[in-house]
């Protein structure tokens, strides 16, 4: 059974209340996300989140469906989107099927996404008419850095044209939204205003109709660095190096294990 909103259910709300989405990767994550997110994306972010690689370009299907395993196991009612990771759908329609099939089969996802504007619609038209849900990200399409030549901001000046027919290109293809990613606020405003599906922006401004962030940013435990766009609810990777250094400290001054950790040689009942 596909948990929570179905995606025609995420087209209506285009108008509605903003759409919450955030990333997950793992199993108890997925379960605090549940309670409060419409969508939650398995990001191939998790290369770089989790794993410590330079890009999202080395994170291969396999780690999508582990991840994607996992965090299906949390979820009770968000809808699952799970990343078509780079090299996997480029190819053609026929390669993103397949894989895009094998996404949802093992990971018991309701629809993957895959970076690309007008050079990736028939590919989504294709999967849309063969039951695979799509949702579209253009703008600054991560897994592109080395075409991009960078992580700069996308459609500013004469470029938002290009960013505006790309979202026209997967809306028109059927994608049943579009994440925005790091386009000038006009732009996010104008593409929204213009295509029939919601878009999900991050670092695009409050003008769309959803956000997203990466889990692991927004609770400031990713912190190699910063995008602009990142707002830090949390400073969960400061606590845990605090705790970490407590609990050395400790260790090396045997103040623990203390008495309450240990067990006695008769069992007083007080130790299981
Ligand atoms: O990989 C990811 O986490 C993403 C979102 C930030 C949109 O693609
Ligand atoms: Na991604």
């Known amino acids: 059974r596909k948990a929570g909103l179905a995606p025609p259910q995420v087209a209506a709300r285009k108008s509605g209340a903003p759409l919450v989405c955030l990333t997950a990767y793992t199993t108890p994550m997925a379960r605090l996300a549940d309670a409060h997110c419409d969508i939650v ?9 989790l794993h410590g690689l330079p890009t999202t370009l080395g994170v291969t299907l396999e780690m999508m469906i582990l991840h994607g395993k996992a965090v299906r196991r949390g979820l009770e009612r968000a809808l699952m989107v ?9 190819e053609g329609p026929e390669q993103a099927f397949r894989n895009a099939a094998r996404l949802m089969a093992e990971t018991g996802c309701a629809a993957v996404k895959l970076e690309g504007g007008e050079a990736m619609a028939p590919t989504i038209r294709f999967l849309c008419a063969r039951g695979i849900p799509v949702m579209a990200h253009v703008g600054l399409t991560p897994q592109a850095v080395n075409s991009l030549g960078g992580y700069h901001v996308q459609g500013r000046g004469a470029d938002g044209e290009r960013v505006r027919r790309d979202a026209a290109a997967v809306a028109e293809a059927g994608a049943f939204s579009v994440v925005l990613e790091k386009v000038p606020e006009p732009l996010a405003r ?6 029939a599906v919601p878009t999900i922006g991050i670092g695009a401004s409050s003008a769309c109709d959803g956000q997203i962030l990466v889990i692991d940013d927004m609770l400031g435990m990713f912190t190699a660095f910063r995008p602009k766009f990142v707002k830090r609810y949390a400073e969960l990777g400061a606590a845990a190096e605090a705790a970490i250094a407590a609990y050395a400290d400790d260790v090396r001054a045997r103040r623990f294990p203390a008495g309450e950790h240990v067990f006695s040689q008769a069992g007083d009942g007080g130790a299981a």
């Open 41 to 49: 994306l398995v990001g191939d972010s998790l290369g770089m989140v």
């Open 82 to 90: 799970v990343d078509m990771p780079f090299g996997t759908y480029e």
């Open 190 to 195: 104008r593409i929204t205003g213009e295509i």
